[in-house]
């Protein structure tokens, strides 16, 4: 069945195994879901890898149904939280989901689309329904979750409120009368509970269909809104194109596999040459940058950004191929008032670009130490958000010939 071979293609997950394929079968356009929580007014490429998905299905006739989580976000999804998420607000949620649709727009056929906020059903919602809910699943089930189990035994809080979250999101496949559901694998727990309440309200339960994760631009963690690791759909092809050649080396091929509409063939070629040593991993890089910006912005958008960026680090004196570092999270100190910082000598330590700390202080206190072509001559630097915050990426240079790259954090020992 080739429709069956295009929509399984890329996925990691059918559940349950043969129900696509029998959905299929019945001839009948299929309502496909997928919720986007409004944390965040932006939506980012990892949120596209699975827009894509739900494009392909609208190209193969059937219904696309985008749900704003208007209601559910005022809670937060918890999935693979460490701490409980703040509750927005309404004004906070309202103001990210306006943007929503028009960024969505980029990937799906937004007019041919069913366009819902999930307040719809939630916020009338009787206590008498919310108890039927949560007879559907039991504390002991919501603890085979990982991120919950993880907070359970190391003694972090866990709300009562995000046991309802995949409860709440459950229903909406039930309000939508969803036959499949799309999320990345960090929203399996969340699909699955969808195919219990779904049954539980006398519906025939839905397929739960998954994409891989996109990891962000540190290469460590996935792409999100919440930790500012990710690339923006709406950004401009400068910021863009920045970020993507910001990237670890070894994404590469991932990011041109989720990213970009470059066909199959092409990208395993760019593969091979990589692991041949035919294709130098800067150029492999330019290209996935130029590839992902003229999808976004248009034909042409995507070499003009790189010729702007080509000009603003000749200006900076910047090879073109810079290592990339990644550093102990040990660098980075969390002051009294709440706020990160990094420990500048420590970090060109584990950069390789000085020998010792107090070769780093000389080297500061005489001017020869930069930051993205800026003098630094604090020691300790603030840092907004979480390490590494906006310092990924950065890069780093002593004296006249030594440069490194911030690529992210290590990863902890085991």
């Known amino acids: 069945m080739p429709a069956l071979r295009t929509l399984a293609s890329g996925t990691v997950d059918l559940i349950p195994d043969g129900e696509l394929e029998r959905k299929l079968a019945e001839g009948r356009p299929l309502r496909v879901k997928l919720g986007v929580d409004p944390s965040r007014p932006d939506l980012t490429l990892g949120h596209a890898v699975v827009l894509g998905k739900l494009r392909e299905f609208q190209d193969a006739g059937h219904q696309a149904v985008l749900i704003v989580g208007d209601f559910t976000g005022r809670i937060g999804d918890p999935s693979g939280r460490s701490e409980t998420r703040p509750i927005l607000s309404e004004e906070e949620i309202d103001a990210n989901a306006r943007t929503y649709l028009e960024q969505a727009g980029k990937v799906i056929d937004v007019d041919a689309a069913e366009l819902r906020r999930n307040s719809e059903w939630l916020a009338g919602l009787e206590m008498a329904d919310v108890l039927r809910l949560t007879s559907v699943t039991t504390i002991a089930q919501m603890l085979e979750r990982d991120d ?4 359970y035994r190391a003694g972090r809080p866990i709300s009562l409120v995000e046991f309802l979250y995949p409860l709440l999101q459950g229903y909406d496949s039930v309000a939508v009368r969803a036959d499949i559901e799309l999320g990345g694998t960090d929203q399996t727990f969340n699909l699955l509970m969808g195919r219990e309440v779904q049954e539980a309200h006398g519906q025939e339960p839905q397929v739960v269909l998954t994409m891989p994760l996109l990891e962000g631009t540190d290469g460590v963690r996935k792409m999100s809104k919440s930790l500012d690791n990710y690339v923006g759909l709406t950004e401009p092809p400068d910021d863009m194109f920045g970020k993507l050649m910001r990237i670890p080396d070894g994404l590469t091929v991932k990011f041109f596999r989720l990213a970009t509409l470059m066909p199959a063939d092409e990208v395993e070629r760019i593969e091979r040459g990589l ?7 800067n150029e ?31 200006a900076r004196e910047v090879p073109a191929d810079v290592p990339e570092v990644k550093v102990p999270p040990s ?12 420990l500048v000598p420590a970090l060109l330590v584990a950069m390789g670009l ?10 500061q206190a005489q001017g ?12 300790d630097l603030p840092v907004d958000g979480d390490p590494p915050g906006q310092l990924i990426g950065s890069v780093w240079q002593v004296g006249r010939r ?12 085991d």
């Not at 030594?402 to 020992?413: D, I, N, S, V």
């Open 148 to 151: 919950f189990q993880e907070r």
């Open 275 to 281: 692991v041949e040593g035919t294709v130098h991993p």
């Open 368 to 379: 020869g130490v930069r930051r993205d072509g800026e003098q630094v001559q604090q020691e």
């Open 284 to 314: 492999a890089k330019r290209r996935l940058a130029r590839e992902v910006v003229e999808r976004y912005h248009g034909e042409g958008a995507g070499r003009a950004a790189e010729e702007r960026f080509d000009l603003v680090h000749r």
């Open 402 to 413: 030594k440069f490194a790259r911030l690529a992210g954090l290590q990863a902890p020992a």
């Open 354 to 363: 000085v020998s010792s700390r107090s070769e780093a202080r000389r080297l």
């Open 331 to 342: 660098v980075f100190v969390r002051g009294d008032d709440g706020r990160w910082a990094v």
